[in-house]
Each structure stands twice: as C-alpha cells, then as structure tokens.
C-alpha cells in the first residue's frame, strides 16, 4: 500500500498516529526506522537527513539512532532482562553492558529482583518495562512505539502511561507512537496524525482534531459520534456568524431547524454539509429549559461506567435523530431510559465541513 503525507513531531513531543487497522501506522514508523526505504520521501531528525531519495540520501536502520518498542516486546526468551537490554550496548565491554542495562532497568522501575529473570518468569507489564529500557539505552535520537501497551492489562498500562510521561519530561527526543486505542492517544499525546489508506489527513492537537475535523471520514476515525447531516442557509444576523438547516436522516431537503452556528465564510450558501459537535458542547438542562439552542429529548439507553455514564437521548422534535453524551457527576443521577430532559448544543463548537468531504 503506497503512502502519502507528511507529519512532524518536535523534540519532547509524542505524536500519536492513529487510523483504522491497514491505514499504515506501522509503516510509517518502519520509514522512520530505516526499516523501509521509500520510493519518494525524506526523513530527517534534528539537523540530520537520514532519508532524502532526491539527494540518493538513505541511512540503514543500524546508522540510525532510534529506540523501538514493539507492541509484543520482541524480548529473547533465553536472556534475562539484563542481558536483554545490554543487546543495545554490544558496544561496551561486556562488565560495563549489564552495569549500564541495570541502571537502564532501575530508570524504568523495574524492581532489583526481577533484573535476573528470563521473560517468562515477568508479567505483561514488565516485560514492557524491559524491552523500553533496551530502547532506551541505546540513547536515541527518535524513539518509536509500536502498540507497545495492547498487550498489557489496564492496572500495568496505567503504570506504563505514569513511565512515559516521566520519560517525556527526562527525554528531549520526538517520540512516535501508534496506536487503535483513542483515549490512549487523547491521553498521552501532544499531537494526533490520523491515517486512513495510507494517506496523512490531518496532524493537530487532540482537542483541536476533535473540535475540528477536516471531514466527516476524520470525524469517524477520531471517534466523534456525534456526526449529523445538513444545508448550509448562508450568514446570519450578525459577522462570523451562520444558520445551518439541521436535516434528520431521509428528510426532504428544506425541512428541519435551522441553528445559528459560527461562521468561517468558506461555504457557499446551499451547499450540503456534516457537521459535528464534541461532547463537550453538550450540557444537561432542566426538561423546561427554553432557549434556541435548548433541546428536549429522551433517554433511550444509559450505561453507567464507573465515574462516567454513556447516556443516548432522541430528540422530540426530530424524529431519527439522537445525541450521544458522556456525563460525570451529580447529573448522572436519575439518567435512566425514558428520562426526559433538555440538553444544550453551544453554538460554539459546532463545526460544518462540506458533505463531499465525506468520501474515502
């Protein structure tokens, strides 16, 4: 699968590539990594090119300064964790190797009496916390992370998230990370580049991704849920400032209510339109509410998960359409299917993208 696109990540960030499974995060990071070699591309770390096909630049995998952590640790079986991490120190004499892999182990907390055994006899979890510091002492100019906490079970993961944080503030290299999980990437990255068939759609923060999209396929891949159809009816009664005809699905076109939304003068009056709106611009009321941009609607489904509930209303008055929300909080009390209650869309945070965004 050809890849397209470009992306940047600066030194002491963490970039998060996410994309369906086949979008080519793994490969990207491959390119990175010299595993690679482009056909049309360039790479280049700080001030050193480490690929540029139209110079005929390319430095194989073992020139290159980079710490990668694969997502099921790629560990020997027959070493114990020193002599794992000291595989990136064969430079070193070997009393030296497993004196600098101890440190690196202790660095990753990675308690004394673990350090002699073999994988088999670790946890999930430190196994992970063995193959990054073998990434680590390597001192890398780039560090990439393949999945590297899918295979580990949610308390050792929140552990190995509190590590990379450390790490990120200690380290002042770019580090790459790929991964399915979502809230992982809103969690621990600066920057989120979304993928889709090999191609780069869109790089930015994760709050502004999200408040954002460039079209309705980024707006799907980011998990926005609240994705909706409409006709954009051009300004409204004052600058930067539009109506928007909210259209419910097979509805004639010309029929729905109109929400007055910002504007940013770049579709034509008339033009179908997605738009989105992110869960933060959606907010419980009282049922009797009133306001124009105050909704009744109907709790359909409510799950209750741990400190946050998943809540599904269907609006009154229209037909088809239903908000999804995540609600924390005393309102979470009393949320239980057939619960009526009013809920606000902030006029704010709503964001229109042309409907021929949508394809791919």
Sequence with gaps: ????????????????????????????????AGLMRPTHGRVQVGNEVWC????????????????????????MPHLDAVDNVALSLLHLPRAQR????????????????HHHRRPAGLSGGQQQRVAVARALAREP????????????????????????????????????LVTHDLQEARLLADQLVVLDAGRVLQQGSPAAIH???????????????????????????????????????????????RLRVRDKGKITAGQAVHWVISSEGLHLLDPHAAGPDAWRATVREAR?????????????????????????????????????????????????????AAAG
């Design 98 to 113: 497993r004196a600098a892999a101890q440190q690196w182990l202790a660095h990753v907390r990675l308690e004394a009496e």
């Design 52 to 75: 540029d096909t139209t110079a005929g630049v390319f430095r194989p995998a073992q020139a290159r300064h980079v710490g990668l952590v694969f997502q099921h640790y790629a560990l």
């Design 211 to 257: 408040r954002a999209p460039r079209n309705a396929r980024v707006a799907d891949l980011v998990g926005l849920q609240n994705r909706f159809e409409g006709e954009w009816l051009g300004p409204a009664d004052a600058p930067g400032w539009g109506w928007l005809r909210w259209q419910a699905p097979g509805a004639a076109r010309g029929q729905g209510p």
């Design 304 to 356: 209750h998960l741990g400190e946050i509930s998943l809540v599904v209303c269907e609006l009154a008055d229209l037909p088809g359409v239903s908000l999804k929300l995540s609600v924390a909080g005393p309102r979470r009390v009393g949320l239980e299917p057939g619960t009526v209650l009013g809920v606000r869309l902030d006029p704010e945070l709503v964001h229109v993208m042309p409907f021929r």
């Design 141 to 176: 100019r780039l560090l990439l992370l393949d999945e590297p906490f899918s295979a580990v079970d949610q308390m050792n993961r929140q552990g190995l998230y509190t590590l990379l944080a450390d790490l990120r503030r200690e380290l002042s290299i770019p580090i790459v």
């Design 1 to 32: 699968m050809p890849l397209h696109g470009r992306f940047g990540c600066a030194a002491g960030e963490l970039t998060a590539l996410v994309g369906p499974s086949g979008a080519g995060k793994t490969s990207m990071l491959r390119v990175l």
